[in-house]
């Protein structure tokens, strides 16, 4: 099975700030890993696919990189609205696994 | 747009069985593989099971693998997640999600609003 590694599992971050969150994947994967947001109380919504595909609709300060074993997400500018709970899903082979999430709360 | 909506949550007591349902419906059904999500109170988000779009393959995660069943009925555009042998740790809310695939990668486009399973004594 593919274990998905995700860090931090929160952060402290000011709105205009540029965040970076992690996900490593073990054993190696392609590039079929997908972001999502979650906010308190809603479902996920999802940001990137194949690793670096912005949604249809996701604002564009959202970017994803990343292959094989290291996959980052990046905010360029930290808004509001972004204030939530990230997590990363591998879609490269079943069972899919997901990171453990990483929150993302104004300092 | 996409609906999924899902029903069949409540209370049950360890040791018994549930069954959840996920009707979908404004895209073609049986053309999507589909997904239960599920996230106990204050937990991470987890994987459990998914179907293929003609319900010919069938995955499970490891902690509900011999104890829940996916299936789907296409005529009815509709999911399903039978949940035998409970435990506590399978209260969570339980989302049922789309996957939608294009050469880039897949990713789960669409999800309903949640159905809420509490396994108590």
């Known amino acids: 099975d593919i274990q998905m590694t995700q860090s931090p599992s929160s952060l402290s971050a000011s709105v205009g700030d540029r965040v970076t969150i992690t996900c490593r994947a073990s054993?190696?994967?392609?590039?079929?890993l997908a972001w999502y947001q979650q906010k308190a109380g809603k479902a996920p919504k999802p940001l990137i696919f194949?690793?670096?595909n912005l949604q249809s609709g996701v604002a564009s300060r959202f970017s994803g990189s990343g292959s094989g074993t290291e996959f980052t997400l990046t905010i360029s500018t930290l808004q509001p609205e972004d204030f939530a709970t990230y997590y990363c899903?591998?879609?490269?082979?079943?069972?899919?696994?997901f990171g453990q999430g990483t929150k993302v709360e104004l300092k | 747009h996409e609906l999924l909506v899902e029903s069949g949550g409540g209370a049950v007591q360890p040791g018994g069985s549930l069954r959840l349902s996920c009707a979908a419906s404004?895209?073609?059904?049986?053309?999507?593989?589909m997904h239960w999500v599920r996230q106990a109170p204050g937990k991470g988000l987890e994987w459990v099971a998914s179907?293929?779009?003609?319900?010919?393959?069938?995955y499970y995660g490891d902690s509900v693998k011999g104890r829940f069943a996916i299936a789907r009925d296409n005529s009815w555009n509709t999911l399903y997640l039978q949940m035998n042998s409970l435990r506590d740790e399978d209260t969570a809310i339980y989302y049922c999600?789309?996957?939608?695939?294009?050469?880039?990668?897949?990713?789960?486009?669409?999800w309903g609003q949640g159905t809420l399973v509490t396994v108590s004594s």
């Open positions: 999600a789309r996957e939608r695939a294009v050469a880039a990668g897949a990713h789960l486009d669409s």
């Open positions: 404004q895209f073609i059904f049986n053309t999507y593989d």
């Open positions: 179907i293929i779009h003609d319900g010919s393959r069938k």
């Open positions: 054993p190696p994967i392609t590039t079929d």
């Open positions: 194949g690793a670096s």
């Open positions: 899903l591998q879609h490269d082979s079943y069972p899919r696994t």
